[in-house]
């Protein structure tokens, strides 16, 4: 399966490797978020993991290829109510991203809390501009809340590309390590956090993260 939920004394690690680019679907996402259930309900942190070499590289093409133009309200409806459970989620998640995170994989990074980036010739970054395609409420709302406010204009309008040096200095990441240490950092991060106390955390997080949540949910049906 390309999402496994495995729980560890408190902590949640979810794991994404479809063993290519961990492209996002409609049946990806409906099989994340009941994955994302089991963890929340289950752990009191929860690390998301890609493949080695890649977080995640965005939408399915091929989906978009073949049912795109149909369905694309729908896709984009799935990925806000996705992205909302995990921004908006009660416990700590942590991102261990050891890759590339690139449109739809790089706003699944931002949705985290704390996000761990491998050194690496990596690429983080929102390209919808290259492609001709406009940015959805939450490609817009997320940057705004994460990315420097003065590298906003470059990263969304302008589509720039970051080095996982640059990525953490516009945003898109918290801490960068080597490669072997992701896994390990995340996991510290991950104890840490689950020791804070459940309740005040996730009501400071809703306090904090309610007027982006509450502009993307306003956004679904409107695509």
């Not at 109510?81 to 908006?88: D, N, P, S």
């Not at 409420?137 to 080095?163: M, W």
Request: hydrophobic content about 45%; some cysteine.
């Amino acid at each position: 399966m390309s999402i496994t939920v495995r729980i560890d004394e408190d902590i949640a690690h979810l794991a994404m490797d479809d063993g290519k680019a961990n492209a996002i679907n409609p049946d990806w996402m409906a099989d994340f978020v009941a994955k994302f259930d089991e963890a929340e309900s289950g752990a009191k942190a929860i690390i998301l993991s890609g493949r080695e070499g890649v977080f995640s590289g965005g939408f399915d093409l091929k989906w978009l290829a073949a049912e795109g133009a149909a369905r694309s309200g729908e896709l984009l409806d799935q990925a806000s109510r996705m992205l909302i459970k995990i921004y908006g989620s009660r416990v700590p998640v942590i991102a261990a991203c050891n890759g590339h995170a690139i449109a739809m994989g790089a706003f699944l990074l931002l949705a985290c809390d704390t996000r761990i980036g491998a050194k690496g010739a990596f690429r983080y970054g929102a390209n919808e501009t290259i492609n001709n395609m406009n940015l959805p409420v939450f490609a817009v709302e997320l940057p705004k809340a994460r990315l420097d406010g003065r590298k906003l204009t470059q990263a969304l309008i302008q589509s720039q590309l970051y080095e996982p040096a640059e990525a953490l200095d516009v945003g898109y990441i918290d801490i960068l390590v080597d490669a072997e240490q992701v896994m390990e950092t995340a996991k510290a991060q991950a104890e840490l956090l689950s020791k804070l106390a459940g309740r005040a955390y996730g009501a400071n997080k809703l306090a904090v993260r309610k007027p982006t949540l509450d502009r993307i949910e306003a956004a679904i049906g409107t695509y």
